[in-house]
């Protein structure tokens, strides 16, 4: 993970989606599960769009971080280029969420096709996404 490491050795790696160092961040964690990346996340009320529902556009940095993932703990250096979100279910604050990603299709040109989804407790998929990650250098 020499890309990732890159990013994080100075202590200064502030992302809103993964630091323990950013005070406001979501502080996400992603293990590989096969070809799944993984994570989960209980939104607090500080998280709520709707009264009782979490923003919707938190819910796409949830996916968008999760789609990274898969791709940087592959020693993938990316970022985003597009996204698409697919909102089917209201997302409960105060709830165990999990969070899945996956690729759809390897690298076209600098372009990686990826997939991911929020699921309830229940097994529910509540929202999809789709993006794509451009390859950078670093």
């Not at 994080?8 to 979501?26: E, W």
């Not at 796409?60 to 789609?67: G, N, W």
């Not at 592959?74 to 969420?97: C, Q, W």
Request: positive net charge; aromatic residues 10%; proline residues 3%.
């Amino acid at each position: 993970m020499r890309y990732l490491n890159n990013l994080v050795k100075d202590g200064t790696h502030m992302c809103f989606g993964c630091s323990d160092k950013n005070p406001i961040g979501l502080k996400l964690k992603f293990k590989l599960d096969g070809d799944i990346c993984r994570s989960e996340f209980t939104a607090g009320d500080q998280h709520q769009g709707w009264n009782g529902y979490m923003h919707g556009g938190l819910i796409a940095s949830l996916l968008d971080e999760t789609m990274a993932w898969w791709l940087w703990l592959r020693d993938i250096p990316i970022m985003t280029a597009e996204m698409t979100t697919r909102y089917s279910l209201g997302v409960p604050v105060n709830t165990k969420l999990v969070l899945e990603s996956w690729c759809e299709s390897e690298k076209k040109g600098r372009l990686f096709d990826m997939a991911g989804r929020l699921l309830l407790p229940d097994g529910k998929v509540a929202v999809k996404a789709r993006a794509k990650f451009m390859k950078v250098d670093l």
